[in-house]
């Protein structure tokens, strides 16, 4: 139990990659991980777009405002909210994904895609369907260093008892 906790409390996004594909295996055991994901009333109302095209790469890239990370990485994952879907729940699918691809040895990075619309139509999604968020996965780069912004707040500041 102690490692699993370590684990995540010791998760960093990390946004320089080898230039190495993904290997199969750890690609699908990271998106199993995803499909694995719990959802309100157990929906699951969320398509993955796994991309690794170079030249679809640059074109998520610029539906956002801090993308080098897509730009730098071999495959980024795009999280398809469907209709009936919820941001809370693609947020749960994005940590999962960084979970994961942590415990196989990818390093991975949460995106926004800033401009919505503009994604919907590079990634070719339908009618009520959006993306707003995308992970990029990598093995990490022999100089890779997760940022440091100064550690977390104290728990004290963050934990209201019965009342705010």
């Not at 320089?16 to 719990?38: C, F, H, M, V």
């Not at 469907?82 to 941001?87: D, L, S």
């Not at 693609?90 to 979970?99: D, K, T």
């Not at 401009?115 to 992970?135: F, K």
């Amino acid at each position: 139990m102690k490692n699993l906790y370590d684990h995540i409390v010791g998760l960093r996004a990390i946004r320089d990659y080898r230039s190495e594909q993904l290997s199969a295996e750890d690609l699908n055991s990271i998106l199993e991980a995803a499909r694995w994901t719990g959802s309100s009333k157990n929906t699951q109302e969320w398509a993955f777009v796994a991309i690794q095209d170079r030249a679809q790469l640059e074109l998520v890239a610029a539906c956002g405002d801090f993308t080098t990370p897509v730009r730098n990485a071999p495959t980024t994952v795009a999280l398809v909210q469907e209709p009936a879907g919820n941001m809370f729940d693609i947020g749960r699918v994005a940590q999962n994904i960084m979970l994961a691809a942590a415990a196989v040895g990818v390093a991975s990075c949460p995106i926004t895609l800033h401009r919505e619309t503009q994604a919907a139509g590079v990634l070719g999604l339908g009618d009520g369907q959006r993306c707003r968020h995308a992970v990029t996965l990598g093995y990490p780069a022999p100089s890779a260093k997760p940022r440091k912004f100064g550690g977390r707040k104290p728990l004290e500041d963050l934990v209201h008892w019965d009342r705010y």
